[in-house]
T-cell receptor
Framework: AQSVAQPEDQVNVAEGNPLTVKCTYS??????LFWYVQYPNRGLQFLLK??????LVKGSYGFEAEFNKSQTSFHLKKPSALVSDSALYFC?????????????FGTGTQLKVEL | SAVISQKPSRDICQRGTSLTIQCQVD?????MFWYRQQPGQSLTLIAT?????????ESGFVIDKFPISRPNLTFSTLTVSNMSPEDSSIYLC????????????FGSGTQLSVL
């Protein structure tokens, strides 16, 4: 079975400060990890993914995430937050070894960036 | 990338009626996925739709309640049958591009409210 945990329902950060949105996962095989963002009344937009290679992956809008195998984590980060980053963020995982095409999503973290 | 057109974008329906949601992709895809996002919750996979075969439903979802059609490689429909207020959710279709550039693309979603 595969699962994802996003321990924080909401993260508040001041504009210009660094932000971190946490994600931990559990899979039997190799993890394929994704971050998606959802703006109000919009569908989900892809931010970045880790499948293999460099543990630090860079994605859209200045976001990055670090794959940590020992801690089974894939935290989303940005060095300097913008008010426009305020949205709902989802972490997702797929088991690369026989997990089929099914993505399992976390419960989401609401990011609020304030002036 | 993939452009996914989903309609209707929102609807308000009466209890006991049915609604069919359409999903059109701008290119041929083998599998299409239907997700549900209940208020304040994460995405839950309803079923996987393959062209030319019956959809594969996840635990807790049945064909009588959520019949799916997949007449060709670019189109699918999801029907929410005999609706109740508990069916009020956002319904999202998606497609997965596997391989080195793997990512799941989402339609903009259908906001369904059942009175």
């Amino acid at each position: 079975a595969q699962s994802v945990a996003q321990p924080e329902d909401q993260v508040n950060v001041a504009e210009g400060n660094p932000l971190t949105v946490k994600c931990t996962y559990s899979v039997s095989g190799n993890p394929y990890l994704f971050w998606y963002v959802q703006y109000p009344n919009r569908g989900l937009q892809f931010l970045l993914k880790y499948i293999t290679g460099d543990n630090l992956v860079k994605g859209s809008y200045g976001f990055e995430a670090e794959f940590n195998k020992s801690q089974t984590s894939f935290h989303l980060k940005k060095p300097s937050a913008l008010v426009s980053d305020s949205a709902l963020y989802f972490c997702a995982v797929r088991d690369g070894a026989g997990g089929g095409n099914k993505l399992t999503f976390g419960t989401g973290t609401q990011l609020k960036v304030e002036l | 990338s993939a452009v996914i057109s989903q309609k209707p974008s929102r609807d308000i329906c009466q209890r006991g009626t049915s609604l069919t949601i359409q999903c059109q992709v701008d290119s041929q895809v083998t599998m299409m996925f239907w997700y549900r996002q209940q208020p304040g919750q994460s995405l839950t996979l309803i079923a996987t739709a393959n062209q030319g075969s019956e959809a594969t439903y996840e635990s807790g979802f049945v064909i009588d309640k959520f019949p799916i059609s997949r007449p060709n490689l670019t189109f699918s429909t999801l029907t929410v049958s005999n609706m109740s207020p508990e069916d009020s959710s956002i319904y999202l279709c998606s497609v997965n591009r596997q391989g080195p550039n793997e990512k799941l693309f989402f339609g903009s979603g259908t906001q369904l409210s059942v009175l």
